[in-house]
């Protein structure tokens, strides 16, 4: 007997996945192919196209506005990712203990920045580090520490930024490591108790080890969400803000987005997002073969 | 096991310690939202607003349009989650639990999209949205977002922990295959929704980079973009923008504390399968 056309195994399931990969293939992989192609020609959006070859990214090398956002991005990556893996871990330390009376609505204190949109958090953060009213310098005054220009001096301004994504990240990624610790079996802490370990011992020889592959996850996701750092920087930089504070803290994406969509050079802007993402798959690659030497798979 | 009681005491004053300086933005931003001009300037500085009074909340409606936005990022987010959750779904079922010509080669193609920083897409995007005249519209700013490589593979995990069994089963008794998937293996898949509604909200609901190339006027504007806006402007009150960021923040508190557990499942899930 001839099963009808519907009713076939095949038909189903590629009507079953159609939809999906219809829309990932219109708006995702076909742009990409789209993008990496037009990073080969001169376009304003709206003119013919003018093919120029690779001169998109010679211009990339002697582009000031963009070496400088790639000095930032880089420092800001730095800076932000060893931070928030240290914090990280001492907080876990602390609220990852069952025995500790109330310790998961404390918790919750901790999670709330994961709650503030980006935008928001950058907005608050804006208030806080105000120079004249902001509560940092309040609180730095009491220590008898002069004011700071954090939004307007360009010596600090790229430290704002640095401050309002380590406290966007490290609420996130403590909910990763606290799963993480949860998951370590308690009869390693009892043998090593018995052993006499001490706190730091302990630390040291088993949560560390034990956690590396919930580590190993932070830092790869980590350092791809710091290259592409855009909505803080924004908004802290604010629209139309002077050479010297855009040349101290503007990213990699907001030079893309500047180039894209207020200048209107597009295939420059798209030679500049392929530079970033061969940087970004560099340094994933480059972590997925350091790996082997520290992360430990049970 | 047991600990001494100092130890105990100093966990938790460092828990303390720490915690009110992570929430102290956030208080902040509450306390500052009730606050008028006068009080926000003055040294030292207030503690607490000495009236709880709306007033900033309803100038912020009436400076921008607020609600406007409001309504827009919410018609968004239910459109792309729904939409996540039906196409993803699906398709994760299909990959996982069937087979069919051609399977690996799509599914593997559609995984690169994970790698692709988003920036990429930005630029093309924008001419196809200029292309279907869906610039300056809700779906324009919705459309690319409905869809999700990350979300099918969530899901696609999932499925695969499930048995084949129930297939079988409903097979025999005649089901189609997508009998099956709505009728079995749906249900049992409810945390791993859950999981991705948490995900697509939180994404959709902070979404500001393609909302602010997509969006020209306030006819598709969203939240993120709006008050980004509203700092712009020349004179910056905020006590205002802290009542807009403390709108903007209230649905999230909400969804976490109602769904608090799959919340922080959801995200050490993430961390778990990669």
């Known amino acids: 007997m001839r099963t009808s056309f519907i009713k076939k195994e095949g038909v189903q399931g590629w009507l079953m996945i159609l939809p999906n990969t219809l829309g990932l293939l219109l708006f995702y992989l076909i742009p990409i192919g789209w993008s990496i192609i037009l990073s080969l020609f001169k376009w304003n959006g709206l003119s013919k196209m003018k093919f120029i070859g690779f001169q998109n990214f010679g211009l990339l090398f002697s582009d000031a506005s963009f070496l400088y956002s790639l000095r930032n991005t880089f420092i800001y990556s730095i800076v932000v990712v060893p931070l928030i893996i240290l914090f990280v871990l001492c907080f876990g330390v602390l609220l990852a203990r069952d025995e500790i009376k109330g310790v998961a609505g404390f918790r919750t204190l901790y999670f709330l920045p994961v709650m503030t949109m980006p935008v928001a958090a950058a907005l608050i953060w804006k208030w806080l580090l105000n120079s004249r009213f902001g509560l940092v310098n309040k609180f730095l005054g009491y220590l008898s520490i002069p004011p700071i220009n954090w939004l307007t001096s360009p010596a600090y301004v790229l430290p704002s930024v640095i401050i309002i994504g380590i406290w966007l990240g490290v609420a996130y990624d403590l909910i990763i490591i606290i799963s993480g610790m949860k998951g370590i079996p308690g009869m390693y802490y009892e043998a090593a108790d018995i052993d006499g370990a001490s706190g730091f011992r302990k630390f040291f020889s088993i949560t560390l080890p034990l956690l590396t592959p919930s580590l190993f996850f932070i830092l790869i996701t980590q350092l791809i969400s710091c290259f592409q750092v855009f909505d803080t920087v924004s908004i802290i930089l604010g629209a139309d803000p002077p050479g010297s504070l855009w040349n101290a803290a503007c990213s990699v994406v907001m030079n893309i987005y500047q180039n894209g969509f207020v200048n209107f050079r597009m295939g420059y802007s798209s030679a500049q997002s392929f530079m970033l993402f061969c940087i970004v798959l560099l340094i994933t690659l480059v972590q997925f073969k350091v790996q082997k030497k520290w992360v430990n798979y049970a | ?274």
């Not at chain 2, 009730?34 to 607003?49: G, I």
């Open chain 2, 1 to 274: 096991m047991h600990r001494s009681k100092t130890n105990i005491a100093v966990s938790y004053f460092l828990i303390i310690l720490f915690g009110l300086a992570m929430a102290t933005p956030f208080v902040w931003m509450i306390l500052s939202s009730f606050k008028t001009e006068v009080e926000l300037m003055q040294t030292p500085p207030s503690f607490l607003p000495r009236h709880y009074k709306l007033t900033n909340y309803l100038t912020i409606m009436q400076s921008i349009p607020f609600l406007s936005f409001y309504l827009h990022t919410i018609i968004i987010t239910v459109i792309r989650t729904l939409a996540q959750l039906a196409f993803c779904s699906m398709a994760a079922f299909a990959f996982a639990k069937m087979h069919f010509k051609g399977q690996n080669i799509v599914f593997i193609v559609l995984l690169t999209v994970l790698m692709v920083p988003v920036q990429m897409i930005l630029v093309p995007d924008y001419i196809i949205m200029r292309t279907l005249g869906l610039v300056d519209s809700l779906w324009g700013v919705a459309l690319p977002g409905m869809f999700s490589a990350f979300g099918m593979f969530l899901l696609r995990q999932f499925y695969m922990s499930l048995p084949n069994e129930f297939l079988d089963a409903g097979r025999i008794d005649g089901c189609s295959y997508f009998g099956v998937f709505r009728r079995l293996y749906l249900p049992l898949s409810k945390s791993a929704l859950i999981s991705l509604v948490i995900f697509t909200v939180m994404y959709s609901w902070n979404d500001y980079l393609w909302p602010l190339i997509i969006s020209s006027s306030d006819n598709s504007r969203v939240l993120s973009v709006g008050i980004a806006l509203l700092q712009g402007q020349n004179r910056v009150y905020y006590n205002e923008l802290m009542a807009g960021a403390t709108m903007a923040t209230i649905p999230v508190i909400l969804i976490f504390v109602f769904f608090q557990r799959y919340f922080v499942q959801g995200i050490a899930l993430s961390g778990i399968k990669g």
